[in-house]
Structure formats: C-alpha cells, structure tokens
C-alpha cells in the first residue's frame, strides 16, 4: 500500500500507546493499543479503537468493562508482549503481574497508571470499532510523573495480528 499525506501527518504526533485490557465469559485478553484518547470532560469519556481482527476485540464484543493501562518508556517488554503476541495462542497474563478490578477487568499491577471504563457504546470505523467509556475506577497517580511510552518507541515491534 502506497504511503500517503496522512501517514506522514500522522507518523509526526507520537502519540502515547495504552495496553487495554478485558474480560468477558470467562476469557482474558489484552493488546497494545495506538487509537485512543480523552473524548469528553463532562461527562468524563475516553474513546479507544480495537482491531477487528484482534483476539481482544473478539473478547471486548461481550464485555462490560475495559481497562486501559498507561506505561513508562522502561516498561516496553510489556508493550511488546501485549503488542507482540496474541491472545489466540499466548496466555499473555502468565508471566505478568495482574488483579482483577472490581468488575473483573485484569488490571496490570506495574502499570504506571489505568483506569476501568464502562462501555457506553460502539462505533464502527471500519477495521476498528471504537468503544466509548464512562470512567469507573482510576488508579491512584503516579508518585512522579511519568515519562509515557509512545508510537515511536514501539513503532518496531511486530504486531501479533495485521492491523
């Protein structure tokens, strides 16, 4: 596919990348995430878009609840894991740190801040659907502020699904 204007534009904002995570009849799953963002002040609302081929979208039709989950730049092993590999043949939570939140959502205890959000709606955007969430539970913030891991810091990790 031929690169376009939009690319570049885009490629220029390095926007931070969010892990998200869900559970939902009795399956987990979680994926590293570059579409998402604060939508709304009042009332609160975040927006964040899920690959329609990904085992977390998947997992997400049935959910409630997402967790989205912010990382410093010195946690990318747990981008490349969430990013990496997919849930259809790694249980991604084995070898991480996890709790469940008061909905069940895994909440990734290393994480250097996340909160729940209820799903208020879906909108499809066409190999992503968009889940709009009400804030339920938000993590204490961080001691000192964090130097959030971005696009370009994982811009070479390979995804575990096309995008």
Known sequence: MARTRLDAFAEVLDG???VVTVASAGERSGCLVGFASQCSIRPPRFM???????????VARGASHLAVHVL???QRPLAELFGGE????????????????????PLLV?????????IESRIDGGDHVGFLLSPTEVSEPAPTAP????????????????A
Do not use: E, I, M
Request: net charge negative.
């Open 16 to 18: 931070p990348v969010y």
């Open 48 to 58: 964040v878009w899920l690959s329609t081929l990904n085992h977390t979208f998947r």
């Open 72 to 74: 410093d730049q010195d």
């Open 86 to 105: 997919t849930g259809d043949a790694v249980d991604k939570f084995a070898g991480v740190d996890w709790r469940p939140s008061a909905d069940g959502s």
């Open 110 to 118: 290393d994480a250097c801040g996340w909160f729940v959000g209820r």
């Open 147 to 162: 130097t959030l891991l971005r696009y370009g810091d994982v811009r070479d990790v390979s995804p575990g699904h096309p």
